[in-house]
């Protein structure tokens, strides 16, 4: 004869599955708050030790006027929009050049030597070369030659210097993606009657250019930031009304605004970067789980 509470009440059967401890969820809670006080211990220390600094009324005045920064703030957000365009059109021309160049230091056989030493050559120079002295040297010196046809607009030569610079970066990130496909694939592929310029095409490089979005999304946080660089040469954009601002009020606030519009833009897609990171791993570890 069965009892009402069925096999499982058989002695001997399955143990019925035990609740999730409370004692987990206190540990959670107790992480959290001491997570959040030690936060504010430390904030709050930092605080206290600028504020009773002996000049910070003569600081907040200089860095931290608020009508100063509220008048200046809309002419700020404005001239960003400069910065906007030309990390854009910079950013669009970065990724095929970069790609060229990575594509040219992977080339097989001697004959390819004279590319490859090219190709390393302007990796080496524009890496090693600070890009302020590349902005100098573009913005002022090539129109200062009078070549006939060549542009003399600072913008353009904004574009220009920020592209060869970045490139060269790009580049190393695009050949690592590259060398971290194991060969095995392009054999596969040649096995199939592919040519190698095919197998780069339609099998190493798609491969490749998934694997390092995320750290060419931290290359192109820098290259927003260094717009603010071609302002020397003469681009108004956002840094330098910054710096006229600054000059027409005797005050340094405007620049604090600068940095407060770069945070703005600049942390979301830090995040979001940081976001790409832990999926990859996440798809890593599954394939290796497999």
Partial sequence: MTTSGGPQAIAGGPPPVPPVPRRRSRTARR?????VAST???LGGLTWIVVHAPNWPEVQQDFLNGPIFWSSLPGLIAAFWLNVKLFLIAEALILPLGLLIAVLRGLPGPVFTPVRGLATAYVDIFRAVPGLVVIYVLGFGVPGLG???VPNEPFFWAVVALTLIYSAYVSEVYRAGIESVHPSQDAAARSLGLSRTQ?????ILPQAVR???PPLLNDFIG????TVLVSFIGVVEIFRTAQIKQAATFNFTPIIGVALVFIVVTIPLARFTDRL??????????GVAR
């Fill in 31 to 35: 992480a959290t708050a001491i997570a």
């Fill in 40 to 42: 504010v211990l430390v």
């Fill in 147 to 149: 070549i006939p046809g």
């Fill in 199 to 203: 197998s780069m095409r339609h099998v």
């Fill in 211 to 213: 694997r390092v979005i």
């Fill in 223 to 226: 290259l927003q930031k260094d």
């Fill in 277 to 286: 990171v832990a999926r990859d791993k996440a798809r890593s570890s599954a």
